[in-house]
């Protein structure tokens, strides 16, 4: 059962933030590249 006394603000604390910050970063990088790069799948039309 879910604590009231814990709260978010513990929660947060509890978060590896360098990892959630590596993560999202690499995210975009690929995005980036993906967006640039084009899907190999995805054929350009006439």
């Given at each position: 059962?879910?604590?009231r006394?814990?709260?978010v603000s513990a929660?947060?604390?509890d978060?590896?933030?360098g990892v959630v910050v590596s993560t999202a970063g690499l995210s975009a990088?690929?995005?980036i590249l993906t967006s640039v790069?084009?899907?190999p799948e995805v054929e350009k039309g006439d």
């Open positions: 059962m879910y604590q006394g814990r709260g929660t947060m604390g978060v590896n933030w990088v690929l995005s790069a084009g899907l």
